[in-house]
């Protein structure tokens, strides 16, 4: 009986660990670990730093330094309103990837759709340990204050 207990114990405690080796998709930034201050990864030159459509977002690249392999991620934060009353600053964070490169991000604008960024990723295959690279795309419409992921 200890010993079921035991293994039990021992699932339990590597859920979270395996929980944050995944890609966690986008978070608000209020409540997610991932987004504190201490995780940012800017370099002396500013490197880990973009901005697009006039300033009004801005692209943070993250280290959370664990799990290793999976250690990378960017916040978002993105003004909304018209007027300096009405300004808002909304914040996501994704995190749980392999590399991530902010400074490589391409961006398109559709006036229908809002603002397209695409950050290049990478990782290591868990079979050949080769490099996979590829991409986080996703759209913001600063007008409705939305982020949505394009999969």
Do not use: K
Not at 125 to 142: H, K, M, P, Y
């Amino acid at each position: 009986m200890t010993m079921i207990r035991t293994a039990a114990l021992l699932a339990a405690l590597s859920l979270p660990i395996a929980a944050e080796a995944q890609p966690t998709g986008f978070d608000d930034c209020e409540n997610a670990w991932p987004a504190q201050l201490e995780n940012l990864a800017i370099g002396e030159n500013g490197e880990g730093i973009r901005t697009f459509y006039d300033g009004a977002v801005t692209l943070l690249q993250i280290d959370t330094i664990e799990p290793a392999a999976a250690s990378g991620g960017f916040v978002v934060m993105m003004w909304t309103g018209s007027e300096l009353s009405d300004l808002d600053r909304l914040c996501w964070v994704t995190a749980g990837h392999g590399g991530i490169d902010v400074d490589a991000t391409t961006s398109s604008y559709d006036p229908a759709e809002g603002l397209t960024l695409s950050v290049p990723t990478s990782r290591h295959s868990q079979e050949d340990g080769s490099l996979i690279e590829g991409a986080i795309r996703f759209r913001l419409n600063v007008d409705a204050g939305t982020l949505t992921p394009l999969y």
